[in-house]
Structure formats: C-alpha cells, structure tokens
C-alpha cells in the first residue's frame, strides 16, 4: 500500500478539522482557506483561546481545532 496525497499540500495541514501551524501563517489565511471568509479568524481564535493569548501571534507547531 502506498499513501497518496490528494489536493494541495495545504490540504493535510487543515485535514480532520485541525490545522498545524507553519512559519509564516497567520488567522486570517487560514480562515480564508478553510472558511472562504478571513474575517471568520474569530471563530478559530475563539475555539483555541487556551493556545491564543494574542491573535497576531501564533506559533510554529501549534495545533488549533477548526470548528465548522
């Protein structure tokens, strides 16, 4: 058996309803890739206030849950 990517290699990232963050990220894309909207930021930022102090700073390796 062989594991095959299928989409873009973002699409693993926000795979499962979570989304692992990489240098250079921030809310607003990543709301804008999985939401279609970036002022929909507010919802990934409120499911994740225990990892978020400041929304203009995440981190590398962090792991937040993307709600629907």
Do not use: C, H
Request: glycine share 12%.
């Amino acid at each position: 058996m062989v594991a095959v990517s299928v989409g873009g290699p973002d699409s693993e990232r926000f795979a499962s309803g979570k989304a692992i963050i990489r240098r250079g990220d921030n809310l607003w894309t990543i709301a804008r890739r999985v939401y279609g909207e970036g002022i929909r930021y507010t919802t990934i930022y409120e499911a994740n206030t225990g990892q978020i102090r400041d929304p203009d700073r995440i981190y590398p390796g962090q792991v937040f849950e993307l709600p629907n």
